[in-house]
């Protein structure tokens, strides 16, 4: 499976952006499509994840309450809100797909990567 990221921009904080993740190639309903962050240098970090079958989410503490992560099969594709924008938020934004079979963390579990996307937070 190939993912494409994009949605990424510049906004002043308190803005919102929605991040799209669109999956081309058969993506197995066991999968899990995960969102992770890069600040400069900074380690990648979990974001927020949405299980294709059942659509359970996952969030940072981070992000609670702020960002939601939601699915739609039919467009083989995984959305994330992001609203209450803080100037913390700047980073490459990365989707993912991966299976709990792998274990671990979110990190480790993920197996296909996309290109990442730029959000960029003024204050």
């Known amino acids: 499976v190939q993912l494409q990221a994009c949605g990424g921009g510049l906004v002043q904080a308190g803005g919102s952006l929605r991040l799209s993740c669109a999956a081309s190639?058969?993506?197995?309903?066991?999968?899990?499509i995960g969102w992770f962050r890069q600040a400069p240098g900074k380690e990648r970090e979990f974001v927020a994840a949405?299980?294709?079958?059942?659509?359970?989410?996952y969030y940072a503490d981070s992000v609670k309450g702020r960002f939601t992560c939601s699915r739609d099969n039919a467009k083989n594709t995984v959305y994330l809100q992001m609203n209450s924008l803080k100037p913390e938020d700047t980073a490459v934004y990365y989707c993912a797909a991966g299976y709990d079979a792998y274990g671990g963390s979110w990190l480790s579990r993920m197996r296909n990567w996309g290109q990442g996307t730029q959000v960029t937070v003024s204050s």
């Open positions: 949405v299980r294709l079958n059942g659509g359970s989410t």
């Open positions: 190639g058969r993506t197995a309903s066991s999968a899990t």
